[in-house]
């Protein structure tokens, strides 16, 4: 019988693959396997992912056509049920950016990572030289590279969500997209935001309870 966790991580994994075939991919499966040996269940979301890979996600061409990909990614959650056992969290995730199928020469990464405690949980660690970095470096730095840098991108809560990157990659005319993706976005944005903030007044329903008395019509 089907765990309430599985169907879960199921759905999510069919909801990601129907926005990326949707905007900037096609024929790409994403699937959602059970990790081995987690004491919590556990599952990996992701590209590649079968019986004999449980854990590691594969890389993906960028593309609509029949043209040879200019741009590959490397998608990847893992996902559990919360403390109550009702709603589906993401404890971590991963999307890369890269410019070849081997997925060495990497653009970009967007992380996630719930309870890191040296820098902000959700960040972007972008690849490339800079000048500036290497005259702030202090001593002991001084060979520290950009792509060591953690960017801060919204937090827990308002991180980046697949359908932004996949905003930045069509705005910024790395990729090509299907006609309609902005719709696709949209929608795949504001379902993102909901659960977001319905997560969030789960867990502040004080907060709540305060803006609805300001709401009150005053006598």
Not at 118 to 130: F, I
Not at 187 to 192: H, I
Request: charged letters at 30%.
């Amino acid at each position: 019988m089907i765990s309430d966790l599985e169907r879960k991580a199921f759905e999510f994994a069919q909801e990601l693959q129907n926005t990326l075939n949707g905007t900037i991919c096609r024929d790409v499966r994403i699937r959602a396997v059970q990790r081995p040996f987690d004491i919590t269940p556990v599952f990996t979301v992701g590209s590649g992912l079968s019986r004999q890979n449980l854990t590691q996600p594969t890389g993906f061409p960028v593309r609509i056509d029949n043209k040879k990909p200019r741009v590959w990614m490397n998608l990847s959650y893992q996902v559990h049920l919360d403390h109550e056992a009702k709603y589906l969290t993401v404890y971590k995730s991963y999307c890369g950016i890269f410019s070849d199928e081997e997925l060495e020469t990497c653009l970009c990464h967007f992380d996630y990572e719930r309870e890191k405690d040296k820098y902000t949980s959700a960040h972007l660690q972008v690849h490339g030289h800079s000048p500036a970095l290497e005259a702030l470096n202090r001593r002991g730095d001084e060979k520290r590279p950009l792509e060591k840098l953690h960017f801060p991108v919204g937090g827990k809560r308002f991180r980046p969500s697949l359908e932004d990157i996949i905003e930045f990659l069509v705005c910024e005319r790395l990729v090509d997209a299907r006609d309609g993706w902005e719709k696709v976005v949209e929608d795949g944005r504001d379902r993102f935001h909901r659960a977001q903030l319905r997560a969030a007044i789960r867990r502040n329903t004080a907060l709540v309870e305060e803006f609805m008395r300001e709401q009150e019509p005053q006598p």
